[in-house]
């Protein structure tokens, strides 16, 4: 299984030359593209990165080729996604737009500016469609898509493709090109006890998880979105109208408006008697930027995660 870390991939030359070929067939034209990145070969409006977030006057100047644009690409590296803030009424008003978020999370600690870690609250108020890609290919897919689009990724190393992987050996290729979710359950991390929801960026981490909490003779099954504001499906109701407990492991702070946007889809779902638990690192635990470090210390690392859910129990 060949593999990469999407956020040098997208940083390279190679990602623009990539992503012409990618959607040169279809109707997608990204006619603008502005980033912190330096893309030494391509035509792209520059932000300087040393430009402060509160510093808005490089991006005022953008403004207007940014209205302009039928389709604007902004990727952030440094900087923030508040750093967006002024323009958000522009961005807003768009029928298509692509923003990637690089180092977002937990890994924005030492790679960004200032960490970030609410970036959900900012964008599901904008009504983008919000991607964890599971792999390259799901994120591929996202790109030939003409909507308002928002992808996260983080500093981790993903597989090309997640399809008849002896490691895994539960995803089918043809199930992640235009999937919102994928039931682990059918592949046998089942169980009727609790459920558990896992965002993309999350998928091995949810699997490693899950193996810990069967070696405690507890069931549990796992779904992993990968279209973080998708509608919930059949099953992933069904199981939890059974299971009488949730927990959501989320890469962002447990902030009151977090925790208000899922108790009001549960309740859209009749879900009202559901225990529900949501897990996120504890960022004020952190003390390194080193990223081999930072899920340990902020307890969302497999070993950290599978104590916190059984806890719960």
Not at 22 to 30: L, M, P, T
Not at 72 to 99: A, G
Not at 157 to 166: G, S
Request: hydrophobic share 40%.
């Amino acid at each position: 299984m060949q593999s990469l870390f999407l956020t040098e991939y997208i940083k390279s030359n190679m990602f623009i030359q990539d992503l012409r070929k990618e959607v040169a067939d279809r109707d997608v034209n990204f006619d603008l593209i502005v980033s912190d990145l330096n893309y030494s070969d391509c035509p792209i409006l520059t932000i300087n990165p040393e430009n402060k977030p509160e510093n808005v006057s490089l991006l005022d100047a953008r403004k207007d080729a940014i209205s302009a644009s039928k389709h604007p690409l902004i990727i952030l590296n440094e900087l923030n996604l508040n750093f967006l803030e002024p323009i958000f009424d522009i961005l807003n008003k768009k029928d298509y737009i692509t923003i990637i978020n690089i180092h977002a999370w937990l890994w924005s600690y030492g790679k960004k500016i200032s960490p970030e870690t609410n970036d959900l609250d900012y964008v599901y108020n904008l009504n983008f469609n919000i991607f964890e890609p599971i792999d390259l290919e799901n994120m591929r897919n996202i790109f030939k898509q003409n909507q308002k689009q928002y992808i996260r990724l983080l500093h981790k190393e993903m597989p090309d493709a997640i399809f008849d992987v002896d490691e895994l050996g539960i995803i089918d290729a043809s199930m992640l090109e235009n999937l919102d979710s994928i039931s682990l359950k059918t592949y046998g991390f089942a169980g009727n006890s609790w459920v558990i929801f896992a965002t993309g960026s999350l998928f091995a981490t949810a699997i490693q998880t899950w193996e810990i909490i069967q070696n405690h003779n507890k069931q549990v099954s796992i779904f992993v979105l990968q279209k973080l504001n998708a509608d919930w499906s059949e099953e992933m109701i069904n199981n939890i109208k059974n299971s009488k407990k949730l927990f959501i492991l989320v890469d962002h702070e447990n902030t009151d408006e977090l925790t208000k946007r899922i108790e009001n889809r549960m309740k859209n779902y009749e879900l009202n008697d559901i225990q529900l638990n949501i897990i996120c690192p504890k960022y004020g635990n952190l003390t390194t930027i080193l990223n081999e470090y930072q899920e340990e210390q902020s307890d969302f690392d497999p070993e950290r995660l599978s104590q916190r859910i059984i806890s719960k129990l």
